[in-house]
């Protein structure tokens, strides 16, 4: 685009295709956040950690704790839809892991992305939820 006059037309035909070569390859991008207490983390909390700007799918929801003795967590769409049939129990410290098999996958843009701490044994400080997800 250096040295051409740019109009509204060729930078919207710049950006679909940029869109399409990301789609092309696949890769998947990450979202989530990190609940933090360095008192250690007692309730249970969810959090929206991002509004949706593309249509993606969910690929992974993936967990890791800091301290405490246990943890499970989740995530969800537009406040209602879990993607994890049952929270991800955080069994070890310092590990991230992986909660398997996803569902209710689709979003679209406008969608809200909320990571969700449900419950928190031992006094965990920090303890964070990772959602992959793969533009469509």
């Known amino acids: 685009m250096a040295g051409e006059l740019v109009t509204a037309a060729l930078c919207n035909t710049h950006i679909r295709d940029q869109l399409a ?9 990450s979202r ?4 933090v207490n360095s008192n250690g983390i007692a309730v249970a909390i969810n959090v929206i950690c991002c509004r949706m700007t593309l249509a ?12 405490g003795t246990g943890a499970t967590i989740n995530a969800r769409k537009n406040g209602a839809s879990n993607h994890l049939s049952s929270a991800l129990s955080l069994t ?39 959602v992959d997800l793969v533009l469509t």
């Open 32 to 35: 989530g956040g990190v609940v």
């Open 56 to 67: 993606c799918t969910v690929a992974n929801v993936r967990g890791y704790r800091v301290a």
């Open 92 to 130: 070890s410290a310092d590990t991230w892991m992986d909660g398997g098999s996803v569902q209710n996958t689709a979003y679209a843009v406008g969608d809200k992305l909320e990571i969700m701490v449900v419950t928190a044994t031992g006094g965990p400080t920090q303890i964070a939820v990772q």
């Open 21 to 29: 070569a990301l789609r092309a390859i696949a890769t998947p991008i």
